[in-house]
């Protein structure tokens, strides 16, 4: 049992390149989320998902794409890179009650030059 | 949007008791959560309190919640060197799919 998982754990980016973030849980929860920490920020939320094939808009979703097409993967997309979304980003899943525990992956690094 | 504030950093010594302090702004929040996050880890849920409650002990954890002020604590009794670490507070308002909002974090180092 992995439990939340995420490639890469760091990467570097030129203002304009693309890229996908993956994220996997092996749980079986119906719920996943893709946020971003920023320094003095916390964590803010970019996309989420209540169900494979599903996917709704957090508090910051502009310049990323997300996918659910597997209910154990939930991917997010950069289709533009810009220095802005240099970012730890972290993926996180859950069962739909909400006082089901939030369980978070290790994070991804991302620099955009 | 929600609203969630933290004081950035707190230090007290190996054996002390520490207090994190966090104030909101959403009355409908339905629950409080505070998260730990070591170095170069993601985040761990530590408890959580319902909005009508107005306390909550965990073994060396203890939440207060006092809902008119919209304002949560968490006292870690007998602070340990492995206590040090960032703990965030969030709050999942009464709609959306458990979104949380999270403060900003405070960094307790723990002296020994």
């Known amino acids: 049992n992995a439990g939340v998982t995420q490639t890469p754990k760091f990467r570097v980016l030129k203002t304009g390149q693309s890229m996908t973030l993956l994220c996997a849980q092996d749980?079986?929860?119906?719920?996943m989320y893709w946020y971003r920490q920023d320094p003095g920020m916390g964590l803010r939320l970019i996309h989420y998902?209540?169900?494979?094939?599903?996917?709704a808009k957090g508090e910051v979703p502009d310049g990323y794409n997300v996918s659910r097409l597997k209910k154990q993967n939930f991917l997010l997309g950069l289709e533009s890179a810009a220095p802005s979304q240099t970012s730890v980003y972290f993926c996180?899943?859950?069962?739909?009650?909400?006082?089901?525990?939030?369980?978070f992956g290790p994070g991804t690094r991302l620099t955009v030059l | 949007g929600e609203d969630v504030e933290q004081s950035l950093f707190l230090s007290v010594r190996e054996g002390d008791s520490s207090v994190i302090n966090c104030t909101y702004t959403?009355?409908?929040?339905?629950?409080l959560y505070w998260y730990k996050q070591e170095p170069g880890a993601g985040l761990q849920l530590l408890t959580y309190i319902f909005s009508n409650m107005d306390m909550k002990q965990d073994q060396r954890l203890t939440v207060l919640l006092n809902k008119k002020d919209k304002h949560l604590s968490l006292r870690i009794a007998d602070t340990q060197t492995g206590d040090s670490a960032i703990y965030f507070c969030?709050?999942?308002?009464?709609?959306?799919?458990?979104?949380?909002?999270f403060g900003t974090g405070t960094r307790l180092t723990v002296i020994p």
């Open positions: 749980m079986n929860h119906e719920y």
């Open positions: 969030a709050e999942t308002p009464q709609t959306g799919a458990n979104n949380l909002f």
């Open positions: 959403d009355s409908s929040s339905t629950y």
């Open positions: 996180a899943s859950s069962y739909p009650r909400v006082t089901d525990t939030q369980y």
């Open positions: 998902s209540v169900g494979e094939g599903t996917t």
